[in-house]
């Protein structure tokens, strides 16, 4: 089945500077990636997303590149802010059936 | 947010007890999803549905059910087979592979 590996776990930036976030995932067929935020106790909601015959999507200071030959995928937060700070999920979805990373917690430094 | 919802958000169980989490959407979505979540281990798959009256196993689908009799509920029973209950449920529901809406989850204790 799909399996999809998440880094780095924790990752600390100074306000201002850019994060990046990496996944891989084992599946090519998984033809649909998400990349979901998790504030504090909330619950997680989507903040980009990209399909496999894409490779790059940008939405104001995030964007997400898919590199699909070699099964990785990127999360991109530029001039980060105190509100980015959150757990970050990645995932990649065949068919309905969606496997989530272990997430990389972001925080922002003043 | 809104749409979907799950019940109670805190529950407590003794152990061998079996116990089951509502999860309710009105977003008129075919597919729904049950999590479980523990820190450091992400959202990990327990059982996912795709149509009324049909589910698949997820990636840690033991000790769990699911049934799936109307297309806006998928309630989830954990078991007394489920070795470490004790953990945050998320529910999800979608249109097909697209966004997921989650729930505001349920913290069971099992004690």
């Known amino acids: 089945g799909e399996n999809v590996e998440q880094h780095p776990s924790t990752l600390s930036v100074q306000e201002g500077d850019s994060a990046v976030i990496k996944c891989t995932y084992s599946?090519?067929?998984?033809?649909?990636f998400p990349w979901y935020k998790q504030e504090l106790g909330k619950r997680p909601q989507l903040i980009i997303d990209?399909?496999?015959?894409?490779g790059e999507k940008k939405d104001q200071r995030i964007a997400v590149t898919l590199n699909k030959t070699a099964k990785h995928f990127s999360l991109h937060i530029t001039e980060t802010q105190p509100e980015d700070s959150a757990v970050y999920f990645c995932?990649?979805?065949?068919?309905?059936?969606?496997?989530f990373g272990k997430g990389t917690r972001l925080h922002i430094l003043p | 947010d809104g749409g979907i919802t799950q019940s109670p958000k805190y529950l407590f169980r003794k152990e061998g007890q079996n116990v089951t989490l509502s999860c309710e959407q009105n977003?008129?979505?075919?597919?729904m999803y049950w999590y479980r979540q523990d820190p450091g281990q992400g959202l990990r798959l327990i059982y996912y549905?795709?149509?009324?009256?049909?589910?698949q196993k997820g990636d840690i689908a033991e000790g769990y059910s699911v049934s799936r009799e109307k297309k806006e509920s998928f309630p989830l029973t954990v078991t007394s087979a489920q070795k470490n209950p004790t953990a945050f449920y998320l529910c999800?529901?979608?249109?097909?592979?697209?966004?997921?809406?989650f729930g505001p989850g349920t913290r069971l204790t099992v004690t």
């Open positions: 599946d090519s067929a998984s033809n649909y």
């Open positions: 995932a990649a979805s065949k068919d309905d059936k969606i496997i």
């Open positions: 990209i399909r496999s015959n894409v």
């Open positions: 999800a529901s979608s249109r097909f592979t697209s966004e997921q809406y």
């Open positions: 549905s795709q149509i009324v009256n049909d589910f």
């Open positions: 977003l008129n979505h075919d597919a």
